[in-house]
DNA sequence: TTGAAAGCGCTAACAG
DNA sequence: CTGTTAGCGCTTTCAA
């Protein structure tokens, strides 16, 4: 581990001298804050550029007004590859503004969630990005009050707040709407208990796509269990015994398709051509990896992401309108649909 | 949206005002730097507290020399939650010593990796984990050269540099010594095919562990395919085809695993009786989904970024010592190992 | 088109 | 045990 280099910094004061110019000049040859002789400005970057200046964001910071910094928030970033996407969509559109992320996750505990705000206040951040890394309705701590704020994957009652989930009445409606376009008729659903946004979205984007092609909704086929592999297992198995059989189920995430697909397999049922099956989240160990692989509709954490840190710079920038945005998903086609038998 | 508030910050020349003290010693108050009368620092933090104070991290930096603040660079942070659990790890030893963590991914792009060096380079971190979501052996970018880094599973050539590794070869000891304890004889190999470490060690692992219990390594039961469900799939189908069958397999990772229960099932031979599988990462998605539930191996992914942070604050506050961690794996004991028929 | 000087909020000498 | 003073590296008035 080489220890940092010994010899002072080259700062604006050096580059100012070997140029020939003032510090205000070399600061305003970067910053661009004033016109300046487009020789002169040549000339102190290549000057700057051979002495590896690098400026120093901290200083810049404490004579001006911003960080360039964006604090993310999160719950859980550890159990799904869901908060990596939203942190790599949200660390791309810093990076567009010249921001960067400082990520902290609470793992749900909320004293630690408000040291972390403390700590992130402390390095003055811009901003905050408050996500879940599941669709939740939120109540924003109050140390966020006073702050610029958007939440991501989470909305809340305030509609002060910026923020971006996923389309869930419309995933429903593009699951069910596939399905039926696939010829088939008795479709279930196989959802969660919770009383969460996405359950009540995505089942009600199932019963307007039914509605819509005519379809009664037959309540023996819409089954809830836990939103895991052995909930879907469970769910599988219910359904499977209806008669008649559904020839298709639409499954509240790719998890719990995994559960049907092994009370499929228990039941001698082959997917697709004997039960057509359509998740949701697009886990690619899980979509890609299943036998067949898994139609499923992709939810959009990257864009997410992206959206949140866009629209909280726009935020630091001056631009404070709350927008409230609900993000369209992807269906994703593979191999476990097909026309009923 | 909220707007940052328009009252101007207390700062400690404000607390110093009012508990009747020099900002000196509001600042050793909190610093601890210098003694202080007990009866004057619990006037000043009470005071401090009642006033609102929040000390400012980049003004304490421009003065002192560090930043509290680490870069965090890994290749792809969002395709597993194996980054997720990295970054929590890490995050969580930086706090311990009041710093916080920038986190930035390349998604494997040379030019992206530089500038994002530049950029946490600006900022001043104090440091650098130069994180891989996969046990690779790399070369870290010149520009980092004089900063401190630590690598985080990764390793390189580079004696000077401290890195954390899972211990791969414990893996494939620990693994196959389990199927053996098991009763097993016939113990497969489903690796893959790629010059990494981790293919390396844990096959090197598997055959010390064949050879202490006296078995013969059969080159017929090692089979290398793509490291996913689909390689899995090969694999087992190629495996389960050979005569005598081996009783078990110990596969390179738990989406391998996966692949082999569909080939299990494809071929109508029950896991655990007929067919003993362990697999390595513990990725919950699959681990505990599963049916039956698979015996795996846990990466320690949240323990390397922990490692990894506290190592490089170290560092930071003087201990330079390079230091190369192999961290040991557990075994976690599900359904999917069972004596050979 | 450019400079000089002041100061962001804090800490570290150097006193006392 | 505590205070005074001088900056850290930059940007921003104010002047020229």
Redesign the pocket.
């Known amino acids: 581990m080489a220890t940092a280099e010994p010899k002072?910094?080259v700062?604006?004061?050096d580059v100012a001298a070997a140029a020939?110019?003032?510090?205000?000049?070399?600061?305003?040859a970067?910053?661009g804050?004033?016109?300046?002789?487009p020789?002169?400005?040549a000339r102190v970057i290549e000057t700057a550029e051979r002495l590896g200046?690098?400026?120093?964001v901290r200083?810049?910071s404490?004579?001006?007004?911003r960080t360039y910094t964006l604090g993310f928030l999160s719950d859980v970033i550890a159990s799904t590859p869901h908060a990596g996407r939203i942190v790599s969509g949200a660390q791309a559109a810093a990076a567009e503004h010249d921001s960067v992320l400082v990520v902290l996750d609470s793992d749900g505990m909320a004293d630690r969630e408000r040291r972390q705000i403390r700590t992130l206040l402390t390095h003055r951040v811009d901003g905050f990005i408050y996500a879940r890394m599941f669709h939740r309705s939120v109540v924003v701590p109050e140390e966020l009050r006073d702050q610029n704020v958007v939440l991501a994957d989470a909305t809340s009652d305030d509609p002060s707040l910026s923020s971006v989930v996923p389309d869930e009445h419309g995933i429903g409606l593009t699951a069910t709407r596939h399905l039926i376009a696939a010829g088939h008729r008795r479709i279930a659903l196989a959802t969660i208990g919770g009383d969460v946004p996405a359950a009540h979205g995505r089942e009600a984007g199932y019963r307007a796509a039914l509605a819509e092609a005519g379809l009664a909704a037959d309540e023996r086929l819409v089954v809830r269990a836990s939103g895991d592999p052995a909930g879907g297992y469970e769910a599988g198995v219910a359904l499977l015994a209806r008669t008649p059989r559904p020839t298709a189920v639409f499954c509240f995430n790719d998890e719990m398709s995994m559960g049907v697909y092994q009370a499929a397999a228990a039941a001698g049922i082959s997917i697709p051509h004997e039960l057509s099956v359509v998740g949701v989240d697009d886990l690619r160990i899980i979509s890609a990896g299943l036998r067949p692989s898994l139609t499923t509709i992709a939810l959009p954490h990257a864009e997410m992401g992206h959206w949140a840190a866009s629209r909280l710079l726009a935020a630091v920038e001056g631009d404070t309108e709350p927008v409230q945005a609900r993000l369209e998903c992807a269906l994703v086609e593979r191999g476990s649909v097909a026309p009923p038998a």
């Open positions: 002072r910094r700062g604006i004061r020939g110019v003032s510090p205000t000049t070399v600061s305003h970067f910053s804050a004033r016109a300046l002789n020789d002169t400005r200046y690098l400026p120093d200083a810049r404490l004579r001006g007004s």
